[in-house]
């Protein structure tokens, strides 16, 4: 019997495995593209945003609608706001929704989907398991 280094084959399994897997930080939260219109705000990514999170757009603009306090609409992968916005804050606002929708408080991870349980909404990590209650309405 051969006696293998443990560290040896470890080392030789990570320099196997592809980027994407060995990169831990391979999530990002996408930056709105967009402009002002008049006195609307459109933000050109707005589907775009939403898939990346994995989440129904109605879900992720009735979030908005309620943190930016603005009437909205989903035009085609598009998103009209009601009133001129600045880009930073509507970025801090989809920051705060993959922290409480998307990304999991336990790993980290946004590989997570949203579940009702009685009447409660939770957040279920499909790499972990874990499971916590969404504080907020979405």
């Known amino acids: 019997m051969t006696n293998y ?4 084959i470890l080392e030789k ?22 402009h002002i219109q008049g006195s609307k705000t459109v933000i050109s990514n707005f589907n775009q ?3 990346t999170f994995g989440r129904e757009q109605e879900q992720l603009l009735k979030y908005l609608q309620r943190e930016l ?3 909205a609409e989903i035009d085609g ?5 009601g009133r ?5 804050l509507i970025n801090t606002k989809i920051e705060q929704f993959a922290k409480e929708y998307v990304i999991c408080l336990e790993c980290g991870k946004p590989d997570t989907i949203v579940v009702k349980e009685d009447k409660i909404l939770m957040l279920k990590c499909t790499v972990c398991g874990a499971k916590h209650p ?3 309405k979405a």
Do not use: M, Q, W
């Open 13 to 34: 399994a990570r320099n196997s495995l592809p980027e994407k897997i060995s990169n831990k930080e391979r999530f990002e939260v996408p930056k709105v593209r967009g």
């Open 84 to 88: 001129k916005i600045n880009a930073s």
């Open 134 to 136: 969404i504080r907020s």
């Open 69 to 71: 306090a603005t009437p």
């Open 49 to 51: 945003i939403a898939s």
């Open 77 to 81: 992968p598009r998103l009209i706001l």
């Open 5 to 8: 280094d443990y560290d040896k």
